[in-house]
Nanobody, 123 residues
Framework: VQLQASGGGLVQAGGSLKLSCSTS????????VGWFRQAPGKEREFIATISWRGDMTKYADSVKGRFTISRDNAKNTVYLQMNSLKPEDTAVYYCAASRLSIISITTLDYNYWGQGTLVTVSS
């Protein structure tokens, strides 16, 4: 199973980006999906997750109110809308499919990972 993350790029502080995560198979249909990020020299951290029905979401405190996760199961795609971006949001962003249908913030619950997309926020 391969996940494809896209939509990263260079943006000024205060700007917006929308990341997409897609797969060619029905990996998402019964699984929660999460977004994580890893900045240089730092550990990978949880950002947001959404249940397989899309009725439950959870966000890291650092992005709450600025980022929105959503999904379209018919398109096998999960999105991360990022607004009011800050330089500290600079990182490689990864999407991952969970082995569970319910939300989880633990990386160990995610068994399929995309290759990552780089987001750079300039000050």
């Amino acid at each position: 199973v391969q996940l494809q993350a896209s939509g990263g790029g260079l943006v000024q502080a205060g700007g917006s980006l929308k990341l997409s995560c897609s797969t060619s198979k029905r990996t998402f249909s019964n699984n929660a999906v999460g977004w994580f990020r890893q900045a240089p020299g730092k550990e990978r951290e949880f950002i947001a997750t959404i249940s397989w029905r899309g009725d439950m979401t959870k966000y890291a405190d650092s992005v709450k109110g600025r980022f929105t996760i959503s999904r379209d199961n018919a398109k096998n795609t999960v999105y991360l809308q990022m607004n009011s971006l800050k330089p500290e949001d600079t990182a490689v962003y990864y999407c991952a499919a969970s082995r569970l249908s319910i939300i989880s913030i633990t990386t160990l619950d995610y068994n399929y990972w995309g290759q990552g997309t780089l987001v750079t926020v300039s000050s």
